[in-house]
């Protein structure tokens, strides 16, 4: 990375701290599991500030960090059974209506992360396959497999 560049911590908080919690609440469904999920990306981003080498855009370094805290989190709190459960129980005045954004929290977490990243967050296939350290043909798998399952929960109108 050019040192013409400066990166302080300060304006990367200001910048992106909505963005990061935002990005943990989509993941983790829950309000304060997001902000301390936001809390514990934004002190990891302080301490490797200095790894950051410019080999991609900052935004999707910093989306990089979040989505693996989410993914710790989620398997530190076995969180992943109970967003199932969570959607399973939900009362019948909404079940009678199932959200797009229930539907995609029910995908099974390789999809789900996907296609928030690619449909939500709107970065390339290219950018999500480096973010989830895979190659872009899993991606294009994955956004497939998960239109297909959206498509059963939710009718035949909803893909194209």
Known sequence: MSKDLSLDFDSIYIEYKDYIFRTC???LKDYH???DCAQNVLIKIYRKLHTFKGKSSLKTWITGICINTCKDMLKKKKYND???EA???TTTDYVSQISVSDAVMSLPIQLREVVILYYYREFTMKEVAK???TKISNVEYRIRRAKTLLKEKLGDDFCE
């Open 25 to 27: 609440l989509l993941y």
């Open 33 to 35: 599991l997001a902000e």
């Open 82 to 84: 109970s967003i199932d």
């Open 87 to 89: 959607l399973t129980d």
């Open 131 to 133: 973010i989830t350290h």
